[in-house]
């Protein structure tokens, strides 16, 4: 093939003969044309590859209903540890978890966090709920406390610890949480179910009716740690009731071990009353850093 060029001085024409391609040229041009083609075949391949991978993940409608009735049935067994620390969060009284051991509290934690009860805080504590949570610090129940994690710390509980830390996600230990929506409403229909059995009970305190306050106590001892926990009623109050009922206090309050020993009797100056220096602060969502600050 020839190529014109006008642009000689004299305006001669020069034919000049393109020179033949090489034959590697040519296979380099096909190869680079392969090469194009299985790209592009590559990354469709590698898009479909992530699509069936991200539809493996995602649980089928099936999974997703077996899930939430196992999540259902956990929150309908959820135990006196489990309600102590969302009562806690609710009324931001960090002295009121302190009462829980330490092992039981953070798998507690763990549950109610996986159930959704309870979450992160996703915002910088005010001035005002620092300035609260540092006067529940400097009281003699939680120095104690964290005195007494310090004595019997060993590798094993340092050990949970991190593991803990590492479930939730945690950049620190104490990282606050506070009650979700569904924690809110979880809590409050154990309130009002706790309430409606209190007042039957009292009801039948106030009538003098001794067999059916008698019946009321024995068919519901199991809520009485509640009943203390949720600001019904105190240790004493309960044991004064059962007395003047002509009852045996101490063979009832056999089950309220538990709440005595770890003081959530108001005895022990443990439990301060709701709408105290450390009680509710209205209906707020409750904040808490569970106290493991000290000692870690």
Known sequence: MAVGSSNHPLGIVHLVQSPPVPPTQKILSKTTRITCVDKEDLEKYEKEYLEKLEKKKEPS??????????????????NTVDYTLLESE????????????????????????????????DRKLTFSEKEKLERQKDTPQFKQYVARLQRIMDSEAEQRIREYQA?????????????TEKGKQILEKKRKELESVWKEMSSAYDSKNKQLFQKKVENNISYFPLFIIMGFVNGSMMAMMMGNMGMNSEMYMQDMNMAYDQGYTDAGGVLPAEGGDFGDSGDGGGFMDAGFQPGF
Not at 90 to 117: A, F, I, P
Not at 167 to 179: H, S
Request: aromatic content about 4%; charged content about 45%.
């Open 167 to 179: 479930n939730l996600g945690l950049r620190k230990v104490d990282d606050p949480f506070e009650l």
């Open 90 to 121: 609710r009324r931001e009284n960090l002295l009121l978890s302190l009462n829980v051991g330490l092992m039981e509290g953070l798998d507690s934690t763990e549950k109610l966090y996986r159930l959704g009860l309870i979450k992160k805080l």
């Open 61 to 78: 409608e099936e999974e997703k209903i077996e899930k939430e009735r196992e999540f259902s049935k956990e929150i309908e067994n959820l």
